[in-house]
């Protein structure tokens, strides 16, 4: 299990992020340039549905610039209803044309499921932590039951989940046929680009 959670030592560090999100918000402003005069719509047509995993960059992988496309990220890169909500605005008020579905090796949503979730946030509200044994809570107290109710949309094998999301889209009544759908999963290791072919198909128009 190849997971590392970092937790703040105090809350001075905290502080240190803020400010150094800020100082780099100033230069971006400073070098702006034209990107303001950007159209709403994306000018490449075509939105990508993936994980929020901080490994992961969209505008790096697949060559993108501002403007160019809409990018959609929740845990795992799954096919929520919120996601399917994003996708339709997507198509129906700005134009996109075509989906990728991508989920990543060595991803999060691979490490727990419904019952383990639940149960860490019945412990308590602190970050739990993770070992070879698996997760556990920090603290006890102060927890909720709530997490027992939620589809957390956990991964048992990705294929099958890229699979399962682009067939979920497809067959949303709201989504057009004429849009392709493309199943991939990208490689933490090599930062390529893996196609799921089973789903590309599931996604065809």
Known sequence: MNVQILVPKNGDDMSNILNEVLEANGQYVANFGGKGELSMPPGRQFAILTCMDARLDPAKYAGLAEGDAHVIRNAGGRASDDAIRSLVISYKLLGTKEWFVIHH??????????????????????????????????????????????????????????????????????????????????????GKLIEVPEATEAGKV
């Open 105 to 190: 090796t060595d991803c999060g949503m691979e490490t727990f499921n419904n019952e383990i979730m639940g149960e860490l946030l019945s412990g308590s509200l602190k970050t739990s932590s993770v070992d070879a044994s698996g997760w556990h809570d920090c603290c006890e107290g102060g927890g909720t039951t709530d997490g027992k109710f939620i589809e957390w949309l956990t991964i048992n094998d990705q294929a099958k989940s890229v699979l399962s999301d682009v067939q979920r889209i497809r067959n949303n009544s709201m989504v057009p046929s004429d849009i392709p759908i493309y199943g991939y999963i990208y490689d933490c290791k090599s």
